[in-house]
């Protein structure tokens, strides 16, 4: 790209991605909502995500997964395109690693309260 996309043309874009890679996985895709889990939702695999993460690093011209955000914090539609948006403008980044190992701490609490029910 010759100029910086806004964060509604990043938005686009990783939507356009998500939807091909939906298509070619499952057949269909329909209209994507931020908190869609890329995996139980859409039926993505890791290898799906990461065609897809080099397919949007080469049409966006950064790679957020360097440096900034864990590639396995990636669990839904809206953590892709923040990934994607915050590379580009890091004004946008709020809390950085702080909330990314917070969240991980979530889930990691979540998994186990649900072993123990279960």
């Known amino acids: ?15 356009g991605k998500i939807r091909a890679a939906a298509v070619e996985r499952i057949g269909k895709a329909g209209s994507l909502r931020g908190g869609e889990k890329l995996n139980a ?11 897809l993460v080099a397919e949007l690093d080469a049409q966006l011209a950064v790679d957020p997964f360097a ?23 890091p004004e946008l980044r709020v809390g950085g690693e702080a909330d ?12 186990r309260a649900r072993r123990e029910r279960g």
Do not use: N, W
């Not at 010759?2 to 686009?12: F, H, N, V």
């Open 1 to 15: 790209m010759l100029s910086a996309p806004t964060p509604a043309q990043i938005e686009r874009i990783v939507h």
């Open 41 to 51: 939702h859409l039926g993505l695999t890791s290898l799906d995500l990461a065609f």
């Open 67 to 89: 440096k900034l955000v864990s590639i396995t914090s990636v669990r839904t539609v809206e953590d892709l395109v923040r990934a994607y948006q915050q590379a580009i403008f």
């Open 100 to 111: 990314a190992l917070a969240a991980a701490a979530r889930r990691g609490k979540t998994r």
